[in-house]
């Protein structure tokens, strides 16, 4: 099993030979910085890709950019990367250390821009100082299946203003701006190949842009800002909900003797009834107070062809920390197992220890289907913004307690995105008693049904 693990772990990483790191890392570091949740995902996937390479090659410089990237994507998407981020601040330290008795030489920009300007159908960069050799580098990001073709110089100079965004018929976006003390960055981006043509002379850098396929004023105006008619969500869905334990099983025994198993399933009719009012089809694992084994849950969601499966469940500590602990999380199915995941998962899995050893359990977990994991990610990060929005809206010192990977049998076996949702801390006083209320569980699943509404909203755009 190892062996063909191992493997597996090289031909995946053999897939990714295609771009260099410099250029993984351009790219992931521009899709961290946009304001969507798919590119901010997949600037987290390019990091992750580059930690493993780093350590295949033991190398610590690209480790240290992976693990930075890792934590500031993850943190923006509430995963949870506390294994990273120890491992970064490690690093960091060392590095500190490591070049504290060094001299620090600091490094400073030779040249800055005096101004930018269109010139006769040219953008002109001029410069305090003539422009050297090799001070500038061009170089291209095109993804023509999503339609962004991006154009980037990276000049070894500085500018007096943080960023500068620069209008041309024709092009969608032109920004300059400082990337690092040392780099002024240029980016041209655009829907459609544009033309580029650039040349230094003297203080000068002047630039060529023009776009082929913009045929007239008009036909460009039109391409730009006509507005596409808003898609209609598809509610031709299936939905399986999970209320957690039953029957036998309480789950967790929490403050003034609450009961998991009753709670979670409060919540789940609540949002049945919400999602099923809204026109979609919706089945639960349980109607009562039965128990259900976990295989038995998902196998149940297969056999309706379900679009996505979510399993309700509520979380507990010990009396030492039980008035310290609380908030809600999201947990999706990957083969990452952090320290706290294993905890909330071993509580979670105790209802069917008998079911698999613990190393069958392992070994199947490493099979799981990666489009699933992608999938069931971005449903367990919906799920968490619509939950917390709907509940801060009514409820003060509503806490985030992020989405996180967890190895939960409950989700072993799914063949739909799947998503387990901790309520809250059932042991937490206050929260205990929010989730014993008609009223918040109502709340509760009105936001959770809205986080379902922006998956398939978002699902129709990707």
């Given amino acids: 099993m190892i062996k063909v693990f191992v493997l597996l772990f090289f031909l995946f990483i053999s897939s990714l030979s295609a771009l260099n790191n410099q250029e ?26 580059l930690y493993l390479r780093a350590l295949l090659n033991n190398d610590k410089k690209l480790k240290y950019s992976a693990l930075k990237g890792i934590v500031y994507s993850g943190h923006k998407l509430h995963i949870d990367v506390k294994q990273y981020e120890k491992e970064y601040k490690r690093l960091k330290h060392s590095s500190k250390k490591k070049y504290q008795s060094k001299k620090i030489i600091k490094l400073r920009s030779s040249h800055k821009l005096k101004s930018v300007r269109f010139k006769h159908a040219r953008l002109v960069l001029r410069f305090d100082k003539t422009l050297k050799k090799n001070q500038v580098n061009y170089f291209t990001l095109h993804k023509p299946k999503k339609r962004v073709y991006k154009y980037i110089f990276d000049i070894h100079a500085s500018m007096l203003n943080s960023s500068t965004t620069l209008r ?33 002379k003297g203080a000068e850098l002047s630039i060529k842009i023009v776009n082929k396929s913009a045929k007239t ?11 596409e008619p808003p898609k209609r969500l598809d509610r031709n869905k299936v939905i399986v909900i999970d209320a957690g334990h039953g029957g036998k099983d309480p789950g967790a025994i929490g403050y003034r003797r609450y009961r ?19 026109g979609y089809k919706v089945y639960m694992t349980r109607e009562g107070d039965h128990f259900i084994k976990l295989r038995n849950r998902t196998k149940y969601a297969n056999k309706k ?3 996505i499966f979510i399993s309700i469940h509520a979380n507990a500590v010990g009396p030492k920390d039980a008035k310290k602990v609380c908030g809600l999380e999201c947990y999706f199915l990957s083969t990452s197992r952090s320290s706290r995941a294993k905890k909330v998962a071993a509580m979670e899995n105790s209802a069917d220890l008998d079911e698999m050893d613990y190393y069958g359990k392992q070994s199947f977990l490493n099979t799981i289907n990666s489009h699933n994991i992608v999938a069931s990610n971005k449903l367990a990060i ?41 309520v809250g801390f059932i042991t937490h006083p206050k929260e205990a008693r929010r ?28």
């Fill in 217 to 227: 004023k008009k036909v460009i105006a039109a391409k730009r800002y006509k507005k």
């Fill in 168 to 200: 041309q018929e024709g092009v969608d976006k032109i920004k300059l701006a400082q990337y690092n003390p040392n780099t002024l960055r240029l980016v041209i981006q655009n829907n459609t190949p544009l033309y580029i043509r650039f040349m230094k």
């Fill in 24 to 49: 993984i890392l351009i790219r992931a570091d521009s899709f961290s910085k946009s304001s969507s949740k798919s590119n901010q995902f997949r600037a987290y996937n390019d990091y992750k890709n």
């Fill in 305 to 307: 062809n379900a679009d």
């Fill in 382 to 422: 919906d799920l968490q913004r619509g939950a917390l929005s709907t509940l801060k809206s009514r409820y003060k010192n509503v806490k985030d307690a992020g989405v996180r990977e967890g190895p939960f049998w409950v989700l072993v076996g799914a063949q739909m995105p799947s998503v387990l949702v901790e």
């Fill in 435 to 462: 989730l014993a209320s008609k009223r918040y569980q109502k709340v509760m699943a009105q936001g959770l049904a809205n986080g379902v509404e922006r998956y398939f909203i978002n699902s129709q755009k990707r």
């Fill in 260 to 278: 998991e198993k009753v709670v979670v399933l409060s919540i789940a009719r609540e949002l049945r009834n919400i999602l099923r009012a809204r």
